[in-house]
């Protein structure tokens, strides 16, 4: 199944799909990819979902790259932020195995991606960014797609 197929297929998002990367905005620049032409599309999660879902922690954006999705939070990175980055996790889980089964199916090796915005502001040694860290959630500067 493709990208855009698997989207297509999914409840609540099927019409969200935009071309390149330009349902992640201003943060486009955050996401680069080794070979351009294999960037599938983007959607705005977030905003989709809002109506559906209008007081949940929301994950903010989906990327395809290859045919394969990778889920994609631009969020600042502050000890507080832990916890909503977590809600937010829970609640996308909860999406890929219900109305979000087709991406689930194509999701990346690693595809869970917390990007930061203006620094990170978390203590390394705190037990918070340590369970982050050992989830494979860590705050990136950039996403880079191979």
Known sequence: MTFKEAVASCNGINEACERG?????????KVSAQDTSQI???VDLDKAMK??????NRWDYIVGYNNTAYFVEVHPAF????EVIEEKLRWLKNELS???KPL?????RKPY??????GVHLLKQSPQYKAMVSRGLAPVKELHLE
Do not use: F, H, V
């Open 98 to 100: 219900d109305d979000l």
């Open 104 to 108: 689930d199916e194509i999701k990346a």
């Open 51 to 56: 109506s559906k879902y209008p007081s949940a």
């Open 40 to 42: 599938n599309g983007s």
């Open 21 to 29: 990367l330009r349902a992640l905005g201003k943060y486009s620049c």
């Open 79 to 82: 000890t507080k932020d832990i």
């Open 113 to 118: 991606y917390w990007i930061y915005t203006n």
